[in-house]
């Protein structure tokens, strides 16, 4: 099946070995590492896939999915990420992408799945232990108490109350299943709720 498929990822050696290795498989195979212009690149070249990464430096691949699919939203459109976290494919699936998969897969499986998308399949990791998702507010709290803040210092920050902060907490180890603040952090970031700052 000949296909034209569009690559958007920052690791260059990476995106060159994918197409040099799904050329043979499916066709056309373009990659893209600037995605200041990637709606308009799509627009002129409409390729029958997008594969498209999470993180790309400074760059959110969600959000420059969300802009490709609000201007083309029958665009076929999978993420390719070293993190297929929950957040992240909750977040895919509201925009209308149309699969995640995880960069570990096989080159085979990889065309296989993208093939599938073609024809019309959705394509999302089945996440055990699914939990309930937290709200934007406790998002926050946690992402700010994981930046190191003390409870009060969150309250000052958000105005709002100590004890407010407290009963989002107690109601985020609830959600998360856990029973101390620490691990809702981690658990938090194997979800993708909170965000790790990068180093300066």
């Not at 699914?130 to 190191?148: N, W, Y």
Request: one cysteine or more; charged letters at 30%; hydrophobic letters at 40%.
């Amino acid at each position: 099946m000949d296909m034209h498929i569009m690559l958007f990822d920052d690791h260059k050696l990476f995106a060159k070995s994918l197409e040099i290795a799904m050329k043979e498989l499916v066709g056309k195979f373009e990659t893209f590492s600037d995605t200041t212009k990637a709606v308009e690149i799509v627009e002129k070249r409409r390729p029958d896939v997008i594969l498209m990464d999470v993180h790309m430096g400074e760059v959110n691949g969600l959000e420059v999915a969300r802009a490709i699919l609000e201007r083309f939203p029958d665009q076929k459109l999978l993420f390719l990420s070293g993190y297929d976290l929950v957040e992240y494919c909750n977040q895919a699936i509201k925009m209308g992408a149309r699969g995640f998969i995880n960069k570990s897969v096989s080159i085979h499986d990889l065309a296989d799945q993208i093939r599938r998308v073609a024809e019309g399949a959705v394509i999302f990791p089945k996440h055990e232990n699914k939990v309930e998702p937290l709200t934007d507010r406790e998002k926050e709290i946690l992402q700010l108490t994981a930046e190191g803040l003390k409870q009060q210092e969150v309250a000052d920050r958000l105005y709002i109350s100590r004890r407010t902060v407290n009963n989002h907490l107690q109601t985020i180890n609830d959600k998360l299943g856990v029973h101390s603040t620490v691990t809702a952090i981690i658990r938090g970031i194997e979800l993708g709720s909170v965000k790790l700052k990068r180093m300066k």
